[in-house]
C-alpha cells in the first residue's frame, strides 16, 4: 500500500512511522526544514510501545503524482486548506483521503471538495509531542487508533489500512460506524478542552475545586445534546467512557489547545473544536452557554494574539 502522509509532525510522524514498521511504502510530505531534519537525522519516536529510528522518504510538492492508494492528513484544521492545496497534484482517481485531525468540520469541507466516497474516517488518542529537534515523543502506554469506511468505495482500502496498522502496538479497530466514533472523541475533546482553556488546568486541576464537577458535567451535556440533535448520541457505553476520562479526579490530561495557549501559540484550533459545537447548537437551537464562553474566550485570546502580531510588524 502506497500512503502519503502530509507532515511528519507529532501524529503524522508517529503512524507513519508504525505504518512503515508494518510494510507499508510510506512517503512524507514536508516543509524545507523538516525535509533537512529527517536527511540528517532520519525519523526518531520515543515511545514506551517501541522507538523508532530510521530514514524515511521526505517529497517536496514539486515531486509529487497521483500515485497513492491513501493520502493520510495530519495537520491543524486551521492548515487544512493549505495542505490540500499542496497535495493536489498526489490526488489519484482512485486516491483515498485519511484525516487524523479533529472535530468534525473537516470532513465536511473533505466531503464538499472529493466526495464522500473518497474520504475514510479516523480517530487517535495519544498523546504526541514534536520537539525542537524534530523528536516526536509519545507521552505514556495509551495509543488508541478508530478508523473505518464513511462508503462502499472505501471498504476495500479501509480494510488494507486496517491490516497494516493493526501490527503495531496499542488498540486497533476497524469499525463500521466510524461517523458515531468521530463524535465520541469530538464530544470529549470540546467538553474537556473548553473546560481546560477556560479554566487553564488539567482535569485534575478542575475536579479539585467547588464546582468544577458540576461545570464539567454541563460542558459534557451540551456537546452530548448537540451529538443527538445530529443523529449520534452517545450509547450508555459511550457516555460511561467520557466520564470516566473528564471526570477522574486523578487526571492529568489537558487538552492541547490549553498549552498552545499557554506557550503563546498564534492560532488554535478553537473554530474546529469549539466553535463548529457551538454553530451547531444554534442551528438545532440548543441553549449552550459555557460553550458560548468557552468560544468567546478562546476568540478573545486569538484577536490579541493578532493585534501583537500586527504591531510587531
Request: aromatic share 4%.
Amino acid at each position: 500500500m502506497k500512503i502519503l502522509v502530509v507532515g511528519a509532525g507529532a501524529i503524522g510522524g508517529y503512524y507513519g512511522a508504525r505504518l512503515i514498521q508494518a510494510g507499508a511504502d510510506v512517503n512524507f510530505l514536508v516543509r524545507p526544514r523538516r525535509a533537512q531534519q529527517l536527511a540528517a537525522h532520519g525519523l526518531q519516536v520515543r515511545s514506551e510501545l517501541g522507538d523508532f529510528s530510521a530514514p524515511v522518504v521526505a517529497v517536496t510538492t514539486s515531486a509529487l503524482a497521483p500515485v497513492y492508494d491513501l493520502i493520510v492528513l495530519s495537520c491543524k484544521a486551521y492548515d487544512l486548506q493549505a495542505a490540500l492545496t499542496d497535495v493536489h497534484a498526489a490526488i489519484g482517481p482512485s486516491t483515498a483521503l485519511l484525516p487524523f485531525m479533529n472535530g468534525l468540520s473537516v470532513y465536511d469541507e473533505l466531503d464538499a471538495r472529493f466526495g464522500r466516497e473518497r474520504v475514510l474516517g479516523g480517530v487517535a488518542y495519544i498523546a504526541l509531542t514534536l520537539d525542537a529537534d524534530g523528536i516526536v515523543h509519545h507521552a505514556g502506554p495509551m495509543d488508541a487508533v478508530v478508523t473505518g469506511a464513511r462508503s462502499e468505495l472505501t471498504v476495500g482500502t479501509a480494510h488494507r489500512l486496517h491490516a497494516l496498522i493493526a501490527q503495531s502496538p496499542g488498540s486497533r479497530i476497524l469499525s463500521p460506524e466510524i461517523t458515531g466514533a468521530l463524535w465520541n472523541k469530538w464530544v470529549m475533546l470540546a467538553s474537556g478542552a473548553m473546560m481546560n482553556c477556560l479554566m487553564r488546568g488539567s482535569v485534575g486541576d478542575i475536579l479539585a475545586t467547588e464546582d468544577g464537577a458540576v461545570l464539567m458535567r454541563q460542558a459534557m451535556a451540551e456537546c452530548r445534546a448537540v451529538a443527538a440533535a445530529e443523529g449520534h448520541a452517545l450509547s450508555e457505553a459511550d457516555v460511561q467512557r467520557l466520564e470516566g476520562r473528564l471526570l477522574d479526579a486523578r487526571s492529568t490530561w489537558a487538552a492541547s489547545m490549553m498549552r498552545d495557549i499557554a506557550s503563546g501559540s498564534p492560532r488554535l484550533e478553537s473554530k474546529a473544536i469549539v466553535g463548529d459545537m457551538l454553530e451547531r447548537a444554534k442551528r438545532r437551537g440548543i441553549d449552550s452557554p459555557l460553550t458560548r464562553s468557552a468560544y468567546c474566550h478562546l476568540q478573545v485570546y486569538e484577536h490579541r494574539q493578532a493585534a501583537l502580531s500586527a504591531n510587531a510588524g
